[in-house]
């Protein structure tokens, strides 16, 4: 027998075939020792119980059944357990729908509804890791508000693989499963392969949290936020305004030199611009972490990237500027006092500063049309990111021209979403390749048209009204969902109590060196006029941050006053 030759080919050839009949992994073999790093702190061993029919979600169950496969062989404190819906065991947990994953279920009641598709998957590692170690990760404030609960809570989060606000959404319901294991129990549930359950509960926008039945919101919430909410069932605006037990001591009183309100890339960017001046720095968010940019389903135009998820760039910039500033989301700004110093108030502290940077973003414009409020959430929304997965093979219509419009068109026809997009204008104002994708992708175009009103039957969109601006002709258009994507409108709230100046468009006015009308105040990015972009919003905010430095240093104010 020879060793080489044809005998060697053959051994070749089986091996290639081997390998091409085997499964393909789930977990990228590079990510292994990484995994293995951070499950390393494990301590109690996790069992992860899967429910699979073979009638029912066969692609989801082979995800499902692989990835709970592949989880043991990275550390020996995770286990694996299959079950039909057939058995006693989903008998007994209650089990009806293929594919389902329950978390250490001897423990807590924690479940996966569909399998744990993108950003998902990272959440479920993360609530492993937490299982085993028996920290809920929650603040202390949070864990003082569940020690309040006294009643079961049951918590679902409808969600899909392409919103990126949702596994943020899902980590808040499981953090207080993990928290209030006696009382809690929460589901994730994919909008997409769940379909009866969120045709029951009317899903129409994602992530959308429904509480006991009774009790729902919508999109992410900040962590202390939900946890109110979960424990009393009512707004956070309903609970504050009769719940006084976190102001008995009073707020705290924070020295800084820079407070930056607003964390997309303006806001991060100046934070850490300021502190490499010297200066110190935090950063207050309201809502979460991103802005629109952590909405965009692909940048293609940032240096430095051919092409990158928005949520993911704004993650990187992020996790650069925790590196020099603290970065406070959730944490909104109530008041704003100028003197001596500029007294920043929340809901939580007083922030002493010497300059206020004002990076507070834009949010999407409405219609204002009959039966846009009233549907919002469900068939109306401004962000197909979010949304756009849970109208796969159905009709949406998007209104707007402009680029936001048209990337919105595109992703949804890659959806499988049957596209028409609406716009006032003769012409599209979207670059010119995007004109071109969406001709070539087929999206049927409706020009010189507005709509004038959007229709449903109480539950959902159904339809909308067009009218043709050049023949007042009006048609109804049959659709699931209506995108609006027409611009955006400047967050002035501050700005228009200080009084800053303001452009005839509503956003603030600033010099050169993004000074507003105020000494010691300046503003950046998308409040401000100019491109909408990301590298401007950059720009911005490093210019503040370095014109804050140099004017504390040297006050303009006070020349001009001699």
Known sequence: MALFGSDKDKKAKDAKKAAKDEPKRLIPEDNIPELKKFFKPMQETVELLVFTDPKQSAPYNGFMESLCRELPEITDKITARFETLESDAARQHGVDFSPTLLLAPDRYKIRYLGAPLGEEARTLIETILRLSVGKSGLDQTSRELLKELTEERHIQVFVNPSCPYCPGQVANAFHCAIERPDLV??????????????????????????????????????????????????????????????EDGGLDVVEVDVVVAG????????????????????????????GQVALTPVVENYPGFANVPGKRLMEMIADQARGYAQVHEG????????????????????????????????????????????????????????????????????????DTALTDALHLK??????????????????????????????????????????????????????????????EITTDAVFVAIGLDPNIAIAEELGLKLDKDGFIRTDWGKRTSIPRIYAAGDVTAGARQIVTAVGDGSTAALSAFENLSHPYWKKEKA
């Open 185 to 246: 129990s929460a589901d994730c549930v994919d909008a997409s392969q769940h379909v009866a359950l969120a045709q029951q509960h009317q899903i129409g926008s994602v992530p959308h949290t429904i509480i006991n039945d009774e009790f729902s919101t919508l999109g992410l919430l900040p962590e202390e936020r939900f946890v109110a909410e979960l424990v009393t069932l009512k707004t956070a605006e309903e609970f504050l305004g009769g719940h006084h037990g976190l």
């Open 263 to 290: 964390a997309g890339p303006a806001g991060l960017t100046a934070a850490m611009y300021a502190a490499r001046s010297g200066l110190s720095a935090v950063v207050l968010e309201k809502n979460v972490i991103g």
């Open 331 to 402: 944490e909104g700004i109530d008041e704003v006092k100028v003197g001596k110093n500029i007294e920043v108030y929340t809901d939580k502290a007083v922030y002493v500063a010497k300059a206020l940077i004002l990076a507070t973003g834009a949010t999407w414009k409405k219609l204002g049309v009959p039966g846009e409020d009233r549907y919002f959430g469900f068939g109306v929304s401004y962000c197909s990111t979010c949304d756009g997965y849970l109208y796969k093979e159905k009709k949406a219509v998007i209104v707007g021209g402009g």
């Open 414 to 475: 890659n959806l499988g979403v049957d596209v028409t997009v609406i716009h006032r204008r003769k012409e599209l104002r979207a670059e010119k390749y995007l004109q071109d994708a969406v001709a070539k992708a087929g999206v049927a175009l409706l020009l010189g048209s507005v709509v004038t009103e959007i229709l449903g039957d109480d539950k959902k969109v159904t339809a909308v009204k067009v009218k043709n601006l050049a023949d007042d002709a009006e048609q």
